[in-house]
C-alpha cells in the first residue's frame, strides 16, 4: 500500500498516535513502579497490565508497518516482534513455564536472527554484507562479546544451560547491533534510529544480564530494563518504517 493513498495516510496517522501512547504509557508505568517501596529491588517493576499493553502494542505497530509498507524487511520484523512479545510473555509468567527466563531468553533468541535478517534485506544492494571487513569486523565484535561474558555474565551457581543460552544470546544481540550500525552507516538519515533502537536494546539486557546472572546489585533493575527495552523495539520497528516511508 502507498503511503500516501487514503488508507496508507491513515495508517500512517494511527501509527503517530500509536507512538505517542506507547511513551506516555511508559512514563505512567516508570511513576508506578518508583512509587512501589519493598526491600527487594526486583519487586520494583513496572505494573503488569501495562508491561503486557507496551508488548501487545508494539506487537501491533510491527503489523501496521506491514500493512502500510508491504516490504520483505518488515515481514520480518514483524515475526521478530512476535517472538519478543511471546518472550515478553514468558518473562512475566503470564505465560507460565518452570524457568521463564529461559523461556523468554529463547524467544528472544529466536527474535534476533529476524532482525539481523530484516537488516541484512535492507544492506544488500549497499554490497557491505559481502565485504570481508565487514565480517571481520564482526568476528572481532563476537570475541569481545565472548570475553565479556566470560567475565561478567558467566555464573557456575546457575544451570549450565542459562550460562551456555546467555552466551548465545549475547553473541545474537551483538550481531544484530552490528547489523543495525551498518545500516545507518551505510544508509543515514532515519536509519540511524534502527541502531539507537538496536543499541538501547543491547542496554536492556545487559541490565538483565549483569543483574540476573552477573550478581551485581542495581537499584531498580527492572524499570530501567523496560525504560531501554520499549524505546529500543520502537527505535526499530519505526526507525525501518521512517527509512523506507522516506
Not at 506516555?24 to 499493553?53: C, K, M, Y
Not at 553473541?171 to 551498518?182: D, Q
Amino acid at each position: 500500500m502507498p503511503i500516501w493513498d487514503k488508507g496508507g495516510v491513515a495508517i500512517s496517522v494511527a501509527l503517530l498516535i500509536l507512538a505517542l501512547a506507547q511513551l506516555l504509557l511508559l512514563g505512567w508505568g516508570f511513576q508506578s513502579g518508583l512509587q512501589i517501596v519493598s526491600g527487594d529491588p526486583q519487586e520494583i517493576r513496572l505494573p503488569l497490565p501495562a508491561r503486557v499493553v507496551l508488548s501487545l502494542s508494539l506487537l501491533l505497530s510491527a503489523l501496521l508497518t506491514t500493512l502500510n509498507l508491504r516490504h520483505p524487511a518488515v515481514y520480518l520484523i514483524l515475526a521478530g516482534m512476535l517472538f519478543s512479545f511471546l518472550g515478553d510473555m514468558f518473562n512475566a509468567a503470564v505465560i507460565p513455564l518452570p524457568i521463564p527466563r529461559l523461556g523468554g531468553m529463547a524467544a528472544f533468541a529466536i527474535a534476533h536472527p529476524f532482525y539481523i535478517a530484516s537488516f541484512s534485506c535492507l544492506l544488500k544492494p549497499t554490497a557491505i554484507i559481502t565485504a570481508s571487513l565487514f565480517w571481520t569486523a564482526l568476528a572481532a565484535f563476537g570475541l569481545l562479546i565472548a570475553i565479556g561474558w566470560h567475565f561478567f555474565l558467566r555464573n557456575p551457581e546457575i544451570l549450565p544451560a542459562m550460562n551456555a543460552g546467555s552466551l548465545i544470546y549475547a553473541l545474537l544481540i551483538g550481531t544484530m547491533a552490528v547489523f543495525a550500525f551498518a545500516l545507518g552507516l551505510k544508509m543515514s538519515g532515519w536509519w540511524w534510529m534502527v541502531f539507537l533502537g538496536a543499541l538501547l536494546f543491547c542496554i536492556s539486557d545487559m541490565i538483565i544480564g549483569i543483574s540476573e546472572f552477573g550478581g551485581v546489585a542495581l537499584k531498580k533493575p527492572h524499570l530501567w530494563i523496560w525504560l531501554t527495552y520499549i524505546p529500543g523495539q520502537m527505535g526499530i520497528i519505526y526507525g525501518i518504517w521512517m527509512g523506507l516511508a522516506m
